[in-house]
């Protein structure tokens, strides 16, 4: 049985759940999907092409599915936002939906979406990633599962975020950043996120070949060149390093590099 408060305004055809619950003054627009047990808290507004998944919560004066911030969208276009299972929007935070027709901005499952945290449109979130406080990404940015964007952090339209990596607070970057390593500052690389790689529970042996392979790509030299020729060498053993490596292939992209090195 769904909970509805009588005050919540709920479109045409929305298509709820069991045990969805609608807080007060809560607004629903039409060609609205919501999961099983979701809560959709008072003065949350829930725009269409939404598809929120089960045991989600999407809080207060938050905004799924909003039109996109681009000059060029047509409104008319029919386009989506999804939520996975288990993700937090929470107050004032805001999900935009895609630009394309029949196209959807993706957030993946046990995401968390701290207060006014912001995904533009057209953008692709993997699974339990936490975007912070005042945090942003732009339109089209692709992000992997286990990220963590601290507050603050200001990440360019179209830039590309491997899994595992962490963004330290008040950061920005218009590079594309290696899986399981330290953005800081700006366009800056910080390092490998070794806490992250063992908290994910992989094995000391799976780390020191990622390390070691981090040392090779950033040891001089094209970065992406070494990525390849270290890929193609047959040495790899584990898939957390192959996964580091190829997150390079994408051509006529820039990648993320210490300071201290040449690109």
Do not use: W
């Not at 725009?47 to 919560?57: L, M, V, Y």
């Not at 732009?138 to 599962?145: E, Q």
């Not at 790899?236 to 590099?257: A, S």
């Amino acid at each position: 049985m769904n909970n509805i408060h009588n005050t919540a305004i709920i479109g045409d055809s929305v298509r709820l759940g069991d045990g969805v619950c609608i807080g007060a003054y809560a607004i629903v627009e039409p060609d609205v999907e919501i999961g099983n047990n979701t809560v959709i808290e008072p003065h949350a507004k829930v725009c269409s092409g939404a598809r929120i998944g089960a045991n989600c919560r999407i809080c207060s004066f938050a905004n799924v599915s909003g039109l996109p911030q681009d000059l060029h969208f047509d409104a008319s276009l029919k386009t989506y936002a999804q939520i996975g299972d288990g993700t937090v929007v929470r107050e004032c935070a805001s999900v935009h939906r895609a630009t394309f027709e029949g196209k959807s901005t993706v957030v993946g499952k046990n995401c968390l979406i701290m207060t006014s945290g912001h995904i533009g449109h057209d953008c692709v979130v993997g699974d339990n990633v936490i975007i912070a406080n005042y945090a942003a990404l732009a339109g089209h940015v692709h992000c992997g599962d286990f990220a963590f964007m601290s507050g603050g952090v200001m990440i360019h339209q179209r830039t590309r975020i491997g899994e595992g990596v962490i963004v330290s607070g008040n950061s920005a970057a218009s590079m594309d950043i290696p899986p399981f390593v330290i953005a800081e500052d700006r366009n800056n690389l910080g390092g490998l996120n070794l806490i992250g790689m063992t908290r994910r529970g992989m094995s000391r042996a799976e780390i020191s070949e990622i390390k070691s392979a981090y040392f090779k790509v950033y040891g001089g030299g094209a970065v992406r060149k070494n990525a390849l020729e270290l890929l193609e060498s047959g040495t790899v053993k584990f898939d957390g390093t192959r996964r580091f490596l190829e997150f390079f292939k994408m051509p006529e992209r820039r990648y993320l590099f210490p300071r201290k090195s040449r690109r």
